[in-house]
């Protein structure tokens, strides 16, 4: 055991050795600007870190909507507020990170568009600060991304939010499974109202047959890069319900907010 412990301490120096050298030769830069900075383990610098918009508490408990108050019985007893689905969330509560504006905007877009595949440990770190913080609770026995069309994936040749998923699975040592649910091609939901949304994603969500054996009677936590109205997640997770999770918690590393 001792021999064991020795060896590992000095790997780890050998390492961070490896480390200071490549840091030498290729200076470490920000992930946004590009700037030689200390990055951090976001890989972002001091200053796009500070001008990111977290969401911070209050905010509503079902849909992740920043609020000016805490919540309280006046949102009713189902605690829905006005950006809630008039139909209720499928999911047991959903949480953002940041706030879909500015550097945080411009990260998610590089990822998304920009196929810089680089981004998704930042963001994904970013989402893991706000799961961690005191007022979240939840801890998932598996991670789900939202899947995107079969289509799409194929022209973009990844899914952004399987990228940013298996970050948080890592962390958290659960595993991430890209192949529970499926979805069919549908056109983008960006433009649309937030009714024009909801009938643009329904019945484009199905399990895969051996979802229900894995799923049933675990906490799911449903990864997307960015929440609008959350009719996508929201279809996506009535789906999931068919397969009797113990819960389902929708994590995304932005929102577009209402306020």
């Known amino acids: 055991m001792n021999v064991t412990r020795r060896l590992s301490s000095r790997f780890r120096e050998i390492r961070g050795a490896l480390a200071d050298a490549i840091d030498l030769v290729y200076p470490p830069v920000c992930l946004a600007c590009e700037a030689i900075d200390d990055v951090a383990a976001v890989g972002l610098c001091e200053t796009c870190r500070r001008s990111l918009a977290k969401i911070v508490p209050p905010a509503c408990p079902r849909c992740g909507e920043p609020l000016r108050r805490a919540p309280d019985r006046t949102m009713g007893k189902r605690l829905r507020c006005n950006a809630c689905p008039k139909g209720g969330f499928a999911a047991d509560g959903a949480i953002a990170a940041l706030r879909y504006v500015g550097t945080a905007k411009d990260l998610v877009l590089g990822l998304k568009f920009g196929r810089d595949r680089l981004l998704a440990r930042p963001l994904g770190r970013l989402l893991l600060e706000r799961l961690r913080a005191p007022d979240v609770s939840f801890r998932p026995d598996v991670v789900v991304p939202v899947p995107l069309p079969f289509g799409r994936r194929?022209?973009?040749?990844?899914?952004?939010?399987?990228?940013?998923?298996?970050?948080?699975?890592?962390?958290?040592?659960?595993?991430?499974?890209?192949?529970?649910?499926?979805?069919?091609?549908?056109?983008?939901?960006?433009?649309?109202?937030?009714?024009a949304r909801r009938r643009n994603v329904r019945g484009a969500f199905s399990l895969w047959p051996w979802a229900k054996r894995f799923l049933q009677g675990r906490r799911v936590l449903v990864i997307d890069d960015v929440l609008t109205t959350g009719a996508t997640?929201?279809?996506?997770?009535?789906?999931?319900?068919?397969?009797?999770?113990?819960?389902?918690?929708?994590?995304?590393?932005?929102r577009a907010t209402a306020s």
């Open 233 to 254: 997640v929201d279809a996506m997770c009535r789906v999931l319900r068919r397969a009797r999770p113990s819960a389902i918690y929708v994590a995304a590393v932005a």
């Open 154 to 195: 194929f022209s973009r040749g990844f899914n952004q939010a399987a990228d940013v998923a298996r970050v948080v699975a890592t962390e958290f040592g659960v595993p991430c499974r890209t192949r529970l649910v499926r979805r069919r091609a549908a056109p983008p939901q960006s433009g649309l109202s937030r009714a």
